[in-house]
């Protein structure tokens, strides 16, 4: 599951369609996750469910305030997940939050910024 907000959600789903391409992809599944309705996905949406296997509205988020619906998307994604993988490098912002939460919830998480880089 991915949310598509940032530069990491689009470097994971990249990945994951190319281990779908070299690997095998009936194992896997990119799914991308929304929040509430776009004009972006009404515009794009065939080109947009050719390469996300599904994609979904978030039922609990997509009657909220806007600012508040990622953060409600995020919860239920992480609510969803046995792993969760971040890319967080500050103690702020949504997804640190969502990170705190994961952690609150006992998931298991990986922060790929706290991985040793490899030289």
């Not at 992480?78 to 971040?86: A, E, G, I, Q, T």
């Not at 640190?96 to 790929?112: D, S």
Request: net charge neutral; glycine share 6%.
């Amino acid at each position: 599951m991915v949310g598509r907000g940032g530069d990491f959600d689009q470097i994971v789903s990249s990945a994951v369609k190319r281990f779908q391409r070299r690997i095998r992809a009936d194992n896997s599944s990119l799914v991308w996750i929304l929040p509430y309705p776009t004009a972006e996905l009404r515009n794009y949406e065939e080109s947009f469910s050719a390469y996300y296997d599904e994609i979904e509205i978030c039922d609990a988020a997509q009657n909220s305030h806007p600012k508040r619906a990622y953060q409600i998307r995020n919860r239920q994604m992480v609510d969803r997940s046995d792993l969760v993988v971040f890319y967080v490098e500050h103690n702020s912002g949504g997804a640190y939050q969502t990170m705190q939460y994961a952690q609150g919830k006992g998931k298991r998480i990986i922060n790929l910024a706290e991985q040793p880089s490899e030289e």
